[in-house]
């Protein structure tokens, strides 16, 4: 990628960027110093509008427009809730983030806060996640000793608090309505929806939720300007974004790539094509819960709306790339096993849905299948989708369905012919 399009990751490898005297030496904190002392709040905001940031936690929502949802008049305090639970399989943009600059999370957070008096933040936090928690909490007494996070930030006459709380382990709290019950010390159980949390989430009160990668942007538009960063990237989609790239490729890793960059040329130019010049088979373009790509169709666009229109998602950004030798009716089956397990088992159609696709997928690959297996999969998939509260249900029903309609052959040779048609070079055990 050439040097002068990165965003995010252009300072990384600049030793000590972690402690606030590198960061702020290397530039740190003058978006926040422009937003305090020369912006109002508005400006702030019609700044991030005109950038076309869209949310990187999976949705793609706006971020401006999503600011504007908080309700401008009320008696009752304003909340940001920051989403770090990260629990979707192939995803690990925030965890590199917080670890390698966590005082421009800071800063994003903060001129978001200022942008929308909110005075108090929290920071949800995946359990798993104790070194970036321990990084995280660092910077924060940092950017407290340094006048830039407490009391009277810059001297503006804004306060912040900002606290980091510890999840579980639970897939489910990256949902945001169950993150907000966790919070709140209740069962992480998503909520029904409206109200939405802008309107009453976190204690009841207002409530922005973003994610991390989504807030480090937020310096970066304010110190180059919303116009500016809108023209990298596509038209609807500013800027660029992390790629957490994994599977048969030769150089697995996170690239920061503008949006709309072909997915062939983030596997074959950035990933270095496929492992040991196998042919390409499959891609998952955005963590698990978008549906499957047949080889053919890598030759789209990575942004928000070219990946829908063939019927899949960017999510997260998560890329997972399948060579000829992955037997898909396998790879469904460890994902159906992922997603049954971390249902909550609130909706019914999801508790009993999932793990009944999981038992289905398990007796195929043990050579049991039953004629109309596939059918029954997805006639279970469809009363899923659409049917529950959060999109758990809709995340493990779009893969079922695009895994077997696109590769319905292998499914039906393993019910037929009680063994898989592919000639798998990676060992897999069923339990």
């Known amino acids: 990628m050439e040097e002068d399009l990165r965003i995010l990751t252009k300072n990384i490898n600049i030793e000590g960027l972690t402690g606030i005297d590198i960061y702020l030496y290397s530039g740190g904190y003058r978006g926040l110093r422009k937003a305090l002392k020369e912006m109002s709040p508005d400006e702030i905001i019609e700044e ?7 949310g990187l936690g999976g949705a793609g929502f706006p971020t401006g427009v999503k600011w504007t949802f908080l309700p401008r008049e009320t008696d009752k305090p304003r909340y940001l809730a920051v989403n770090v639970d990260e629990g979707e399989p192939g995803t690990f943009k925030d965890r590199y983030l917080l670890l390698n600059n966590p005082h421009l999370f800071l800063e994003g957070i903060i001129i978001t806060c200022y942008a929308l008096d909110i005075h108090v933040a929290y920071v949800y936090i995946r359990g798993e996640y104790t070194k970036p928690a321990r990084v995280l909490q660092k910077a924060i007494e940092e950017a407290q000793r340094e006048g830039i996070l ?25 949902e ?13 159980w998503p909520r029904l929806k409206p109200p939405f949390p802008a309107l009453r989430g976190l204690f009841d009160c207002p409530t922005l939720v973003n994610n991390v990668e989504t807030l480090c942007f937020i310096p970066m538009i304010i110190d180059m300007g919303g116009e500016e960063f809108a023209r990298i990237g596509r038209e609807k989609s500013g800027g660029t974004r992390l790629f957490s790239l994994s599977g048969h490729v030769n150089r697995p890793g996170l690239y920061e790539l503008p949006l709309g960059i072909p997915l ?13 010049n196998n042919r390409l088979k499959a891609v998952i373009p955005g963590g698990s819960s978008s549906p499957v790509l047949k080889a053919e169709e890598v030759d789209v666009n990575m942004d928000f709306d070219s990946i829908a229109k063939i019927g899949s998602m960017l999510g997260s950004g998560a890329i997972i790339v399948m060579d000829e030798y992955t037997c898909m009716v396998e790879a469904l089956y460890i994902l159906v096993r992922f997603y049954a397990h971390e249902s909550c088992g609130q909706c019914t159609p999801c508790r009993e849905g999932c793990g009944w696709m999981e038992k289905v997928l398990k007796r195929i690959l ?30 493990v029903a779009l893969p079922v369905q695009s895994f077997i309609n696109k590769f319905r052959h292998e499914f ?8 898989c048609n592919i000639e798998s070079k990676y060992p897999f055990f069923i339990d």
């Open 264 to 276: 062939r040329e983030i596997i074959y130019e950035y990933g270095g094509g496929i492992k040991n």
């Open 150 to 174: 407490g009391k009277n930030i810059y001297g503006k006459g804004f306060d912040l608090d900002l606290i980091i709380y510890k999840g579980a382990g639970a897939y489910i709290c990256g």
């Open 366 to 395: 043990k050579g049991d299948g039953r004629i109309g297996d596939t059918e029954n999969l997805l006639r279970i998939a469809a009363n899923i989708l659409g049917n529950t509260i959060c999109p758990l249900g809709d995340a």
């Open 48 to 54: 991030v509008k005109k950038s076309n940031l869209r």
């Open 412 to 419: 039906e040779y393993h019910i037929r012919v009680k063994k």
């Open 176 to 188: 945001e309505t169950a993150m907000l019950e966790s919070l709140e010390g209740k069962k992480g």
